[in-house]
């Protein structure tokens, strides 16, 4: 199965986002900086590690991006998908069992005090459009520069500092379902649906048609 490779790939990097993540939160004391870097850093190494073998997506909204901008065949994609939500609920359900849900369902994205779900799906949106713009510059475009998953890893810190307090700045929706699923912590999830992959699909479908046809 010529595919496995990549879907045991991108399970493993998605796996590592969430494990560290919860743990970050757990950590962190409300240290938004150290939670911004754990994240990004966790992408960073992870893409870099896996980029040449799966592209790296660890997340819905990228491979989602990369349908729609004709990088990814449909089953690929899909199977992609699979991989990236198993791989984000056994982080959570791992990382339970070590210490305990109670933390799992303190490290879910959820909406701030005061937040709407509308507002939520914007910011989510908008923030993950900046992450899948990136991947498709450093990641996926054939020439774009070569730096491995440090931009990427800089944008997921970034868009943290800029939305975790509002929304937690998930920009991927496995990073939500997971947690979510072993915690039961729901809260407001559609927006960690609607907004990423709202987000993904609007950056796949800009670069790949305003940008990608110019470069090539």
């Not at 713009?133 to 970034?158: C, E, H, Q, R, Y």
């Not at 999830?189 to 090539?216: N, Q």
């Amino acid at each position: 199965m010529k595919i496995l490779p990549s879907l045991v790939a991108e399970f493993i990097g998605t796996f590592t986002l969430i494990f560290v993540g919860v743990f970050a939160i757990h950590n962190a004391n409300g240290d938004l900086l150290m939670v911004a870097l754990a994240h990004g850093l966790a992408i960073a190494v992870m893409v870099s590690a896996f980029g040449h073998i799966s592209g790296g997506h660890l997340n819905p909204a990228v491979t989602v991006g990369a349908l729609v901008g004709g990088k990814i065949p449909l089953v690929d994609g899909l199977l992609y998908i699979v991989s990236q939500l198993s791989g984000a609920t056994v982080a959570a359900f791992i990382a339970a069992s070590i210490v305990s849900t109670e933390m799992v369902y303190a490290g879910t994205p959820v909406l701030g005090e005061g937040v709407s779900m509308g507002a939520g799906i914007a910011l989510e949106a908008i923030l993950t459009f900046f992450l899948v713009i990136v991947v498709f510059g450093t990641g996926i475009d054939s020439n774009g520069p070569k730096i491995g998953g440090l931009a990427i890893g800089l944008t997921v810190a970034l868009d943290i500092m800029a939305g975790g307090p509002l929304t937690g700045a998930a920009m991927n929706t496995a990073r939500t379902f997971g947690p979510a699923l072993v915690s039961g912590n729901w809260n407001g999830h559609i927006v960690y649906w609607v907004g990423p992959l709202l987000g993904g699909a609007a950056a796949g479908l800009v670069y790949s048609k305003l940008m990608l046809k110019k470069a090539e």
